[in-house]
């Protein structure tokens, strides 16, 4: 007794399941099942019994997971956002490799290839101008040297090219 009061337990706080270690321990399940993408309403109910918690409770944890994951994007830099997307990336083309989704993996690296740039479209401008007819073979001529530079830089081979003679052009006239 304390002051003529009878002394009582202690209560649990309401809504509360577990201590922290064991609210951390399920929001780290949740996360899993978030980046996974395994989210269903069946692994929702499925986490909430693992955890002896509500469904609500783990729709509110993944939330909260949402939540935190939206105000870090807001702190990270470009880098370090493309950096967490690029290990995502990762993460997911494993996880298909190991589970034989090789269509999975081809796109995957497809869209990784596209978003660093590495197919993007390579654009090469030759521009000539021709003031008379007789400017016609030396542009011709021009055009045919550059194009096997033009080929090297996007990385294909050079067709087989016709040579055109610009002397023996001149000489006949």
Same mark, same amino acid.
């Given at each position: 007794?304390?002051?003529?009061?009878?002394?009582?337990?202690?209560?649990?706080?309401?809504?509360?399941?577990?201590? &922290?270690?064991?609210?951390?321990?399920?929001?780290?399940?949740?996360?899993?099942?978030?980046?996974?993408? &395994?989210?269903?309403?069946?692994?929702?109910?499925?986490?909430? #019994? /693992?955890?002896?918690?509500?469904?609500?409770?783990?729709?509110?944890?993944?939330?909260?997971?949402?939540?935190?994951? #939206?105000?870090?994007?807001?702190?990270?830099?470009?880098?370090?956002?493309?950096?967490?997307?690029? /290990?995502? $990336?990762?993460?997911?083309?494993?996880?298909?490799? +190991?589970?034989?989704?090789?269509?999975?993996?081809?796109?995957?690296?497809?869209? *990784?290839?596209?978003?660093?740039?590495?197919? #993007?479209? /390579?654009? $090469? &401008?030759?521009? =000539?101008? $021709?003031?008379?007819?007789? &400017? #016609?073979?030396?542009? %011709?001529?021009?055009? @045919?040297?550059? @194009?096997? =530079?033009?080929?090297?830089?996007?990385?294909?081979? %050079?067709? =087989?090219?016709?040579?055109?003679?610009? *002397?023996?052009?001149? +000489?006949?006239?």
């Amino acid at each position: 007794m304390v002051n003529g009061n009878a002394k009582l337990p202690p209560m649990k706080s309401r809504g509360r399941k577990g201590t &922290d270690e064991d609210v951390q321990r399920r929001r780290d399940v949740v996360e899993a099942r978030l980046v996974k993408g &395994d989210w269903t309403l069946r692994r929702q109910s499925q986490v909430a #019994a /693992q955890f002896g918690v509500t469904p609500r409770m783990v729709r509110d944890d993944a939330a909260k997971i949402r939540r935190e994951w #939206a105000s870090q994007e807001q702190e990270q830099t470009t880098e370090e956002i493309r950096s967490d997307w690029r /290990q995502r $990336v990762q993460a997911t083309i494993n996880q298909a490799m +190991e589970l034989g989704h090789t269509t999975t993996v081809a796109r995957l690296l497809a869209t *990784e290839a596209r978003v660093l740039g590495l197919e #993007a479209p /390579q654009q $090469v &401008d030759i521009r =000539a101008q $021709v003031h008379t007819i007789e &400017d #016609a073979p030396r542009l %011709a001529a021009d055009l @045919l040297k550059a @194009l096997p =530079a033009a080929c090297e830089l996007l990385g294909v081979s %050079a067709p =087989a090219l016709p040579v055109i003679n610009i *002397e023996d052009e001149n +000489e006949t006239e």
